[in-house]
């Protein structure tokens, strides 16, 4: 089956020029998939089939915690904790035997470690990273558009990269590597310039050296390797 292609939502987001446009990209799928979960669909027998399976992650659990429809919550809640009962820790019973234990093992194990927020994104941006290689494989514009951006996070550089071993011709890899690398590097230097300062402000030879905007160089470092926005 042919993949929907993004151009619109990529172009928007390329456009901003400020911070990494996958993480727009990603912020903006996230409160969809947010939106969606505690909408209407938290209602449908499917869907509470799949959350009751994977769970949710603390990030998202919080984040569900900020929003309205705290019924919508309670509800997915109930039916989590009656599954998990019922399925997956029953009352012991003589009838029980390693294969079961086996099962309940591994049911726990994928409530408690999954998400279904980080699935849902992770699916999306999976098909969107793709998107975007293609965009550049298929487009010079799009390609001086990659070259403008402010930079990319480490995390999406990394899925960037990996996408394009696929979706990019032998001829063109080198380039491509070369258009994303070019842009993060400005940034990794940046930061290494101010998280030296800070350093320096340390050393009582540099006293008389103001520190400006790398008095909070270890948060922006922080916030750009998490892919979070940075701190002014
Ligand atoms: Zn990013
Ligand atoms: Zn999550």
Redesign the pocket.
Known sequence: MKETIYTIPINDAYDIKCGCPICTIEKKLETESLEYVMGAAMMEPDVRLETNRLG??E??FDKMLTMKNRLSLALMLQSYLTDLIEEGLPEKSLLMTKKKYENISKKLSEATQN?F??DRVNEKLGQYIRNVVYLWQSDSQFQAKTREQEYFCPKHLALLLEAAKKGVSKSNYSKFCEDHFNTSRKKLLSLLEDVTKFCNSYNYMFRDVPLGDANVAVERTIDFLNGREEKK
Do not use: D, P, S, T
């Open positions: 949710f992650c990030k998202h998400c927020v980080c």
